[in-house]
Structures are given as structure tokens and as C-alpha cells.
């Protein structure tokens, strides 16, 4: 990734790459099988992250190579879109 601090352009990202999503629920075990679910076939890292103070929502990590922003954008879709989470970062 190249930063450029002159503009307010978007960051210039190199494909492929490794992106990491955030994803936040408030399901632990339905988490991890959303996570399967969008990433189907797909080599992939899953770590649980954090749970908030009151215990209500969960945190996943979910890491793999990304080839192009439209695979990015899909799987960030796919993980938004779905019932049982609640935000993706």
C-alpha cells in the first residue's frame, strides 16, 4: 500500500494482497460459521478478537489474499449483508 500524505486520495492498494476483516457479532459460534460460510473454499485465517465489556457482542478476525477490490468489496458484502452480523470493519 502506498500512502501519499499530499492528497485526500484513497490509498493506492497492490493486488493481490492479504485484507483482514473485522467482524462483529453477537454469536459466537454463529460467527465462525458465517465466516466459513462467505469464505467458502477460500484459505483463510479466523481468530476470535475481542467481546465487549457488557458481553453482548463478539469480535472475529478474518484474514486472506484478496486478487482485485472486487473480490475485497464482495466478500466485505457478503459478511454486511448477512443476517447474523451486526458490523464489519
Same mark, same amino acid.
Given at each position: 500500500?502506498?500512502? #501519499?500524505?499530499?492528497?485526500?486520495? /484513497?490509498?493506492?492498494? &497492490?493486488?493481490?494482497?492479504?485484507?483482514?476483516? %473485522?467482524?462483529?457479532? $453477537? #454469536?459466537?459460534? %454463529? @460467527?465462525? !460459521? +458465517?465466516? =466459513? &460460510?462467505?469464505?467458502?473454499? =477460500?484459505?483463510? @485465517? +479466523?481468530?476470535?478478537?475481542?467481546?465487549? $465489556?457488557?458481553? /453482548?457482542?463478539?469480535?472475529?478476525? !478474518?484474514? +486472506?489474499?484478496?486478487?482485485?477490490? &472486487?473480490? $475485497?468489496? =464482495? @466478500?466485505? /458484502? +457478503?459478511?454486511?449483508?448477512?443476517?447474523?452480523?451486526?458490523?464489519?470493519?
Amino acid at each position: 500500500m502506498i500512502l #501519499d500524505n499530499n492528497t485526500q486520495e /484513497k490509498p493506492q492498494i &497492490e493486488y493481490p494482497t492479504n485484507w483482514g476483516f %473485522k467482524i462483529i457479532g $453477537r #454469536d459466537e459460534e %454463529k @460467527l465462525k !460459521a +458465517c465466516i =466459513k &460460510e462467505v469464505m467458502g473454499e =477460500k484459505e483463510h @485465517l +479466523c481468530s476470535l478478537g475481542n467481546r465487549s $465489556r457488557t458481553g /453482548k457482542f463478539t469480535t472475529y478476525n !478474518a484474514s +486472506c489474499q484478496v486478487e482485485s477490490q &472486487e473480490e $475485497r468489496d =464482495k @466478500l466485505f /458484502k +457478503c459478511f454486511q449483508d448477512h443476517a447474523d452480523v451486526n458490523m464489519v470493519i
